[in-house]
T-cell receptor, first 114, second 114 residues
Framework: DQQVKQNSPSLSVQEGRISILNCDYTNSMFDYFLWYKKYPAEGPTFLIS?????DKNEDGRFTVFLNKSAKHLSLHIVPSQPGDSAVYFCAASGGGSGTYKYIFGTGTRLKVLA | NAGVMQNPRHLVRRRGQEARLRCSPM?????VYWYRQLPEEGLKFMVY????????ESGMPKERFSAEFPKEGPSILRIQQVVRGDSAAYFC????????????FGPGTRLTVT
């Protein structure tokens, strides 16, 4: 039972353009969402998060949007840079399973073309 | 401030042997989480520990797996009598907060069972 889904396994974007990574979830009780970036042979690195009381959070080139009614969140990277090429995981927590228990999606591999 | 450290980075075990994975949390962090990533999947929560206490082991397989976080020294994830299906990347994260809002991940241990 995949509670957090990233339906696009990969995405290619030209340098300077916008990258949009999508994530859907099924548990309406989730109240905290995060995006992590992962390079090969490294652990996930925290990127940005959003609480369910907000619908948008911005940090530099990264913006996360949350649509609770659609149970959907997205990560926008503008402008995309070659160093952004990595696997991006969305994660959710809450919903009675504990705020510390992150439920991860399967990841989207982003490739930014120079 | 050193990040979360895990060793070994790569571990090869034959079926039936024991695997011991170590995790040293970031300085000042007393909350440790273990996750497992099987090929082509997202990270899956296994266990949450505080010093000398297992808080939540709901993600741990019922048999052969155990975890500890002693008063002194690293957290240990122990897998007895390994089987091929245990081959995966095992990530440890640490947090300064019991809510787990800020989880910092280590580089992972890649376990291969031959």
């Amino acid at each position: 039972d995949q509670q957090v889904k990233q339906n696009s396994p990969s995405l290619s974007v030209q340098e300077g353009r916008i990258s949009i990574l999508n994530c859907d979830y099924t548990n309406s009780m989730f109240d905290y969402f995060l995006w992590y970036k992962k390079y090969p042979a490294e652990g996930p690195t925290f990127l940005i998060s959003i609480s369910s009381i907000k619908d948008k959070n911005e940090d530099g080139r990264f913006t996360v949007f949350l649509n609770k009614s659609a149970k959907h969140l997205s990560l926008h990277i503008v402008p995309s840079q070659p160093g952004d090429s990595a696997v991006y995981f969305c994660a959710a927590s809450g919903g009675g399973s504990g705020t510390y228990k992150y439920i991860f999606g399967t990841g989207t591999r982003l490739k930014v073309l120079a | 401030n050193a990040g979360v450290m895990q060793n070994p980075r790569h571990l090869v075990r034959r079926r039936g042997q024991e695997a011991r994975l170590r995790c040293s949390p970031m300085k000042g962090h007393s909350h440790v989480y273990w996750y497992r990533q099987l090929p082509e999947e997202g990270l899956k929560f296994m266990v949450y520990l505080q010093k000398e206490n297992i808080i939540d082991e709901s993600g741990m397989p019922k048999e052969r797996f155990s975890a500890e976080f002693p008063k002194e020294g690293p957290s240990i994830l122990r897998i007895q009598q390994v089987v091929r299906g245990d081959s995966a990347a095992y990530f440890c994260a640490s947090s300064p907060l019991p809510t787990g809002d800020e989880q910092y991940f280590g580089p992972g241990t890649r376990l291969t069972v031959t």
